[in-house]
């Protein structure tokens, strides 16, 4: 009984919140407004993620380890580069956001860089 009077104030509660105008925000501009080139690319790039997801997650079993992980770092190339298109702006105007991101550009470089030396010491050690 008390847990069906908890939903019931839950419930309750939800659409007086979801009915309320005043807590509504205003859109800046109208939904129906053509797109910049940043937004497309970061739908895109957000899309080409999940779709990524979705590969790793439906190809379980099938493929190996190594190309789960290969996958993973796609993902986090893609981030990467969407951060950069989202913030590079703050370059120009920011001298420090722009040192952190090279900064951070190198690291996410020489993560890659450590996968692909990963493989090519694994090649050697099974031609051995």
Request: net charge positive; proline share 2%; glycine share 10%.
């Amino acid at each position: 009984m008390r847990l069906g009077a908890w939903r019931a104030g839950f419930a309750l509660f939800s659409i007086s919140l979801c009915c309320n105008r005043a807590l509504a925000q205003q859109l800046p501009r109208p939904i129906e407004a053509e797109l910049t080139g940043r937004e497309k690319f970061l739908a895109v790039a957000i899309g080409t993620m999940m779709l990524c997801g979705i590969l790793s997650f439906v190809m379980r079993g099938r493929i190996s380890e190594r190309t789960h992980v290969a996958i993973a770092l796609f993902v986090v190339l893609i981030g990467g580069f969407s951060l950069l298109v989202l913030f590079g702006g703050t370059l120009y105007d920011v001298p420090l956001a722009a040192a952190l991101i090279l900064l951070l550009l190198v690291g996410m470089f020489k993560l890659m860089s450590t996968f692909e030396s990963g493989l090519k010491t694994e090649r050697k050690s099974t031609k051995d």
